[in-house]
Nanobody, 121 residues
Framework: QVQLVESGGGLVQPGGSLRLSCAAS????????MRWYRQAPGKQRELVAD???????NYLDSVKGRFTISRDNTKNTVYLQMNSLKPEDTAVYYC???????????????WGQGTQVTVSS
């Protein structure tokens, strides 16, 4: 079994910063792409950023220059540094990871439990 545990969400004022983390644990052979999604109330879930094992990165246009995704392959962890936060960044943030497991050498997609980010004055 594989689990993803997220942390780092909270309440911040506009212009503030927050750092999210997501750690994978369990029987893992290798991890491929790692991603951050978010979902605001009444809206569809959207991809915020993704990073490959080799470090190639893509961002949602609205967060470019403000958010930074990174990963530590020795810790099976992905991070999202969020700066200059805006009220429209308010959402539940989810990590999403493609993992090759040794049992049967199967690639599965896993979701974290979600962490609330609220940007408000």
């Amino acid at each position: 079994q594989v689990q993803l545990v997220e942390s780092g969400g909270g309440l911040v004022q506009p212009g503030g910063s927050l750092r999210l983390s997501c750690a994978a644990s369990g029987r893992i052979f290798s991890i491929y792409a790692m991603r951050w999604y978010r979902q605001a109330p009444g809206k569809q879930r959207e991809l915020v950023a993704d990073i490959t094992r080799g470090g190639r990165i893509n961002y949602l246009d609205s967060v470019k220059g403000r958010f930074t995704i990174s990963r530590d392959n020795t810790k099976n962890t992905v991070y999202l540094q969020m700066n200059s936060l805006k009220p429209e960044d308010t959402a539940v943030y989810y990590c999403n990871v493609d993992i090759l497991i040794p049992d049967g050498m199967i690639t599965n997609n896993y979701w974290g439990q979600g962490t609330q980010v609220t940007v408000s004055s």
